[in-house]
């Protein structure tokens, strides 16, 4: 028996049982035993296919529609690579790209160390510049004081003479040259206080340690009431800013008390004159 007549029997039967709509179910099963009789289909029947007839890899269309059956595909199957077998140009690559990044580090490192250093030194030389300019404002500033307390301070030196003459000679005076010596009093209260508040400062000296930085010896007595070496008048008073001096008082000193002389002989006088001259 031939399959694909058979086949060909069925579209046929399949084309007249959808002509034949208007037929009943019954009749319509009828038709079809009666169709399975001539075409002679019984139980025992086999049908052999053979595989140059057949292909299951396109089958027919009917197939095809009814199923809707596409042809398989196969996949095609990726070849496995060995993630585990190392790529030595890879490595080589990475590697060198490793050092590179480690050189790079380095060399910022250092920039870095560099930077620090510089903005450390331009600090500190800027520091010592601010204290440089502060230090040379503050001494161009005293200079300037201590330049207008030195053309000063001799219209102080006079008014002082005057205000201790008339101190001396004020008995006996008109009233109106009381008020004027009080005026002169007030001008140099007034005076002293100006240069008070630039800082200028007299230079304690009667009754002071003889100190060459601040007193200038003028003379020297023999004083019992002052130890030796010690400030017994002042001549002309001094004035100093802070530690700067302006002007060095002018003092006369003490030389202490000579012993006296029991023996009365010339030579032994002499000798004693002498030796206390040596001493001193």
Do not use: C, W
């Amino acid at each position: 028996m031939d399959f694909n007549n058979e086949l060909e029997d069925k579209d046929n039967l399949v084309t007249e049982i959808d002509e034949e709509n208007s037929l009943s179910i019954e009749d319509f099963i009828k038709e079809l035993e009666a169709k399975e009789k001539d075409l002679q289909i019984s139980s025992d029947l086999s049908i052999e296919f053979d595989e140059a007839d057949f292909d299951d890899t396109n089958p027919p269309d009917f197939i095809k529609t009814e199923f809707a059956i596409e042809p398989v595909k196969i996949p095609e199957i990726p070849a496995v690579v060995n993630p585990i077998v190392p790529n030595n140009t890879i490595v080589s690559e990475l590697e060198e790209q490793l050092a590179q990044i480690k050189q790079q580090i380095s060399k910022l490192e250092t920039e870095r160390v560099e930077f620090v250093e510089t903005m450390r030194r331009r600090q500190t030389d800027f520091d010592n510049y601010k204290k440089r300019i502060e230090r040379d404002r503050s001494d161009t500033f005293l200079k300037q004081l201590s330049n207008l307390a030195t053309q000063m301070l001799p219209v102080l030196d006079n008014l002082n003479r005057a205000l201790d003459f008339a101190a001396q000679h004020s008995e006996g005076k008109s009233h109106d040259f009381h008020q004027f010596f009080e005026g002169i009093i007030l001008v140099n209260q007034q005076l002293n206080e100006v240069f008070a508040e630039m800082g200028v400062q007299p230079i304690a000296s009667i009754g002071e340690h003889f100190d060459p930085h601040f007193h200038e010896a003028v003379a020297t007595e023999e004083s019992g009431n002052y130890p030796l070496n010690t400030v017994t008048g002042e001549l002309l008073r001094g004035y100093r800013i802070g530690d700067k001096i302006i002007r060095a008082a002018m003092v006369r000193v003490s030389t202490g008390v000579r012993p006296k002389v029991e023996n009365s002989s010339p030579e032994s006088n002499s000798d004693l004159t002498e030796n206390v001259l040596e001493t001193e």
